[in-house]
């Protein structure tokens, strides 16, 4: 990859921990979360930015020349250092080479210690030459990872040195910043001032931050390889028993190892999501700035872990949220901050009821280790007090009504995967019965009959009568989005939206059959599908968003007005396939056609990784997150699980007529 054509895409390099290194491939930091220490103080939450960033110089017989680049406010770049970048390379970490204006070459290196908040960065001379030296100055604060940090008198520039070892803390609480070079330190404290994040600025938000730079690092380059490692105090054991260059050496070693064992670049992708947390694991949503989200965790892990074999795996996340079930619902999150989890989500159970049915079958299928009898029984019981908790009825009105489907919602809550909030505003309420939350209450129900108790059925024969005679919109050809509106008995909503494709693909039992299937997925490619997942909101229709910029207020209120979702993928294609009848010459073209052009966006916002969200109209520029955990997942389970030669192929669809359909969704009858 050239870094001269995409300087502005972002690399990642994470802990395994909830920690992380990132930048910019230009390596000017755009974002207030790129940093070089970056750590969960209690993992994967209690993110600190400890290290934020450097400057660097190289002096040769011919000047010095700068290998850096930062944007200060009003606009001014400086040093040039991204100028001399000749070649970026991703894998197996991120590596850059500058070239100076005298001919030398420089490699630098930033990788980060699996499951360690260690990260190394180095620099050695491609080839061998005299009078070569390396001036680095480092950027502090100890701030939260969502804050910006501006100069104060509190800050603690002292350091303690041991030899190679230099320790700052800089503030009391913070975790204690150890750095571990072969080079020499000089005590000159500074502040830099007016960073300016030009990620921030476009997305409204306040983007200039001053940082604390307490001394230089000196390194001699014609004597070999400079070597700085970043950590913290947990980590001073293993900084203490080797030198700054044996430690690089075995990081090095150990991570290329760890690393050439994924098959895959998009295999490699998927294990930055798993981390730690307590003793068990789960699955961070995104970098840079999201945790784990219940609702994200178990559609993501179908692929990053259940697709991939990782059965171990995906039972330890899943257990490790067993115990969270509160009166039918999970949490959607958990605070960085140790506040209550937050129970705003009506699919997140849900979704887990179909993660474990996901689970128990690759584990029967695969005839490999799973989880044992104790472990079922305590995952099978979690599925049991969900549907249990729906039936009675819970937190904000959701409940199994007496036709079979789930309502629910109250005025100013947001509980579907559509929960954009602004203030009291709601962006997409969704309050009655939404078809995705149907396809997956119905799917739990027919999973509960099966492997819980036969009482099961017949609220899931009710309620599959009932949606097949409700969601149906004829005059359209497709299926209402939410009906009993507001709980209004009757109604029906027909904005045309990606959720209706979960009711044919994406989730084990598919709720249409024959033509309605097939019009369902024609409509859903001709108005909503793009190269980089579906639109939200299908063009043409009231409140469409063709672009996801401006401050909060303005991309909040395009979130799911017509921005598209990459992990969206997943489900239109299984059903795409489905409707075709899932041959092996179905899935290859589906392959082809679909998956292909989708995993040829790996570097255009997160070097390796796929993005958040994009843009609804072309170019469909990237947005939002750039390292995504389900747009990675459902990635994954296309490739290895859909559209697999392994996997069974689909019965063969009922006959359907060749339906025209129109360019515009308003066409599909009257609002």
Request: charged share 25%.
């Amino acid at each position: 990859m050239d870094s001269k054509t995409n300087p502005r895409a972002e690399w990642l390099e994470a802990d395994g921990l909830g920690g992380f290194a990132s930048g910019t491939v230009s390596g000017i930091r755009s974002r207030r979360y790129h940093a070089l220490l970056l750590v969960a103080t209690t993992p994967p939450t209690g993110r600190v930015v400890l290290v934020n960033g450097f400057d660097a110089w190289v002096t040769t017989p011919a000047g010095m020349f700068a290998l850096s680049s930062q944007h200060y406010d009003p606009g001014v770049t400086h040093p040039d250092g991204a100028v001399r970048i000749e070649s970026f390379l991703a894998d197996p970490w991120p590596q850059w080479t500058y070239r100076l204006e005298d001919g030398t070459k420089i490699e630098q290196e930033i990788v980060a210690l699996h499951e360690s908040p260690l990260v190394s960065i180095s620099w050695r001379l491609s080839k061998p030459k005299k009078g070569v030296g390396l001036r680095v100055r480092p950027f502090l604060s100890g701030r939260d990872y969502h804050a910006l940090h501006h100069e104060n008198p509190g800050f603690r520039f002292q350091p303690v040195i041991d030899g190679e070892r230099v320790r700052w803390q800089p503030y009391p609480g913070i975790p204690e910043i150890v750095s571990l070079t072969n080079g020499r330190y000089h005590h000159q404290p500074n502040w830099y001032r007016n960073f300016l994040y030009q990620e921030e600025k476009d997305r409204g938000l306040d983007f200039t931050e001053d940082l604390a730079s307490p001394g230089e690092l000196n390194f001699d380059l014609s004597e070999g390889e400079g070597a700085w490692i970043l950590g913290t105090e947990q980590d001073q054991a293993s900084m203490e028993s080797r030198s700054a260059q044996e430690l690089a050496k075995r990081i090095r070693a150990q991570e290329r190892k760890r690393r050439r064992s994924f098959p895959t670049r998009l295999h490699r992708a998927a294990d930055a999501y798993i981390v730690r947390r307590r003793e068990g694991k789960t699955i961070v949503a995104g970098y840079p700035w999201f945790t784990d989200w219940g609702r994200d965790t178990f559609i993501a892990l179908r692929g990053l872990s259940i697709a991939t074999g990782k059965l171990d795996e995906a039972a330890e996340i899943l257990l490790e949220w067993a115990g969270a079930v509160s009166e039918g619902m999970l949490p959607n999150r958990f605070s960085d901050r140790g506040e209550s989890a937050e129970l705003n989500s009506v699919d997140a159970s849900l979704w887990y009821v179909i993660a474990v049915k996901d689970l128990l079958r690759a584990a029967k299928r695969k005839k490999r280790k799973g989880p044992g009898s104790q472990e079922t029984t305590k995952l099978l019981d979690a599925c049991e007090a969900i549907l249990e908790g729906y039936r009675r009825g819970t937190r904000y009105g959701i409940r199994s009504d007496e036709d079979g489907l789930l309502r629910a919602g109250e005025q100013g809550v947001q509980l579907t995967w559509m929960d954009a909030k602004v203030g009291d505003w709601v962006v997409t309420p969704r309050i009655g019965k939404p078809v995705e939350v149907q396809a997956l209450w119905l799917n739990a129900l027919a999973f509960g009959a099966e492997n819980l108790s036969g009482r099961w059925n017949d609220i899931y024969q009710r309620g599959r009568e009932a949606f097949e005679k409700r969601f149906w919109n004829e005059s359209g050809g497709y299926l209402y989005d939410v009906v009993d509106v507001e709980h209004r008995p009757g109604t029906a909503d027909p904005s045309f939206r990606p959720n209706q494709i979960f009711a044919v693909g994406g989730l084990p039992v598919s709720l249409l059959e024959g033509e309605r299937a097939r019009r369902v997925v024609d409509a859903v490619e001709n108005c909503l599908w793009t190269p980089l997942g579906l639109r939200s909101l299908a063009p043409g229709e009231p409140g469409y968003v063709a672009r996801y910029q401006g401050g909060v207020l303005e991309r909040d209120g395009a979130y799911h007005q017509g921005t598209v979702w990459p992990w969206l993928m997943g489900a239109f294609v299984e059903a795409w396939a489905r409707v075709r009848g899932g041959s092996a010459s179905i899935k290859k073209e589906a392959r082809e056609r679909f998956l292909d052009p989708l995993l040829r966006q790996l570097d255009t916002a997160g070097v390796g990784h796929l993005p958040e969200i994009a843009d609804g109209d072309a170019p469909h520029h990237p947005r939002g997150c750039p390292f995504q955990a389900w747009s990675v997942g459902e990635a994954l389970r296309l490739d290895l699980a859909v559209l697999s030669s392994e996997t069974r192929a689909s019965r063969k669809p009922s006959p359907v007529r060749k339906t025209s359909l129109p360019a515009q969704p308003r066409a599909y009858g009257p609002r």
